[in-house]
């Protein structure tokens, strides 16, 4: 298999993966992933796309807001967040930070880009309480199937909590 077949059936799995993680995943060079990538966007194999700070690479056919909910999910508390309100239905912010484990700051800031990506709805509830819930449940869970976040991922994104913990302490 050529080093392009490689990152397209990559990609065709892990859809909205980043430059990064293709490199890390694959064992290759980021030249090297950069150049393909180019060649198989030329092509119309994939499509690329700008969200949060990193190119994102997604196999032809998804929309926008699948695009969005994907490269968001791609972190993992974003991704327990919404497992836990497709759970849940509806929380309240309080609750959600003691069930996450993480900080306000945190889930304002993740809550923040969810409500942006019109994926989330924050409303207030009894007493003024912030409340969330997801905007469509049913879309949300499927493209979640569709993601496997790699371990360097995972380790970045408990590495970011760890932090957050000790600036909170």
């Known amino acids: 298999m050529t080093t392009r077949e ?5 990609v065709e799995t892990h859809p909205g993966v980043h430059v990064n993680a293709l490199g ?5 060079a980021t030249g090297q992933v950069q150049y393909h ?22 196999p032809p056919g998804y929309t926008d807001r699948e695009r969005r909910t994907l490269a968001l ?32 700051s945190t889930l ?3 809550a923040d880009r969810l409500v942006e990506a019109e994926l989330l709805e924050q409303r207030r509830g009894d007493h003024g309480r912030v409340r969330y819930a997801l905007v469509e449940p049913t879309e949300t869970l499927r493209l979640l199937e569709a993601i496997r976040p ?7 994104d408990r590495f ?10």
Not at 6 to 10: E, I, K, Q, Y
């Open 108 to 110: 304002s800031y993740h």
């Open 37 to 58: 990538l180019k060649r198989l966007r030329d092509g119309g194999a994939v499509v690329a796309d700008q969200q949060y700070g990193r190119t994102h690479y997604f």
């Open 24 to 28: 890390r995943e694959l064992d290759l």
């Open 73 to 104: 999910a791609r972190r993992e508390t974003v991704r327990e967040l919404l497992l836990l309100l497709i759970e849940c239905e509806e929380s309240t912010a309080g609750d959600l930070t003691d069930e996450l484990g993480i900080a306000r």
């Open 160 to 169: 970011t909590r760890l932090v957050d913990d000790l600036l909170a302490g």
């Open 150 to 156: 790699s371990l360097p991922d995972r380790l970045l």
């Open 6 to 10: 490689r990152l397209l059936a990559h």
